[in-house]
């Protein structure tokens, strides 16, 4: 991909943003996690360029993550990502976090459960295997308690996720991890994720939506306390 790709990740507390040109990142930024992303997104994205040389219409596409992670961050950086390639009619490929993390495991793992904070308990799990053509998806991304996922751990396994730091304790000393600065999606590994995967038709891109297996914060209590609003989905 020689042209210009804009990456956004906003599923975590720190969102990340860079520029890759010529098949490589020339440009990145974080929003630390004191500030808002919604406040801070597009000029950030605006200096990524102008320090390139570039105005938005040289963009070639967008590549964003799109979750599972914060229901808030999620939100402001899928839209920013479909307004922006609507508005300029650029291509958008949606990134699966959990696929862009694993690709910053080790070269010489087979395997490795990608793990997330789905609170009181739970987990975001999906499990990845490295195959002649990279990485695949061995099952379903899903939700279940912690203790459940740790049973069906088998031999041998790899860990790694942001879910690693926050069940740490949970986790069987058998269990092999993967050090915890590559625990997150940076954006080098949405980079190399996206590249193999196809753009969006126009259709598809009216339609897309965060990777949610559950509401907001908010949403749950209120399902919790028997006063989910219509349309929230179930967690």
Known sequence: M???????ETSG?????GLVRD??????????????HARDLAPTIQSLLHR???????VHGVMVGIGPGSYTGLRVGVTSAKVFAYALGCRLVPVPTFRA?????PADRSAADVIGDALQGHVYVQRYVREKGGWAAADELRIEPVSRWVEHLPPGATVTGPGAGVYSGS??????????????????????????MAPLGRDELYRLEPLYLRGSSAEEKAKRDGNAPSGVPPG
Do not use: H, N
Request: without cysteine; proline residues 8%.
């Open 171 to 196: 986790i069987p000393a058998r269990v092999e991890r993967v050090p915890s600065d590559l625990w997150e999606p940076s954006v080098e590994s949405v980079f190399a994720a996206g590249a193999g």
């Open 52 to 58: 390139e040389g570039l105005s938005p219409k040289d």
């Open 23 to 36: 098949g490589g990142v020339v440009q990145s930024a974080l929003l630390d996690e004191t500030r808002r």
């Open 2 to 8: 020689s042209e210009p790709w804009l990456i956004l």
């Open 101 to 105: 993390i694993v690709e910053r495991v």
């Open 13 to 17: 507390r720190v969102g990340r943003v």
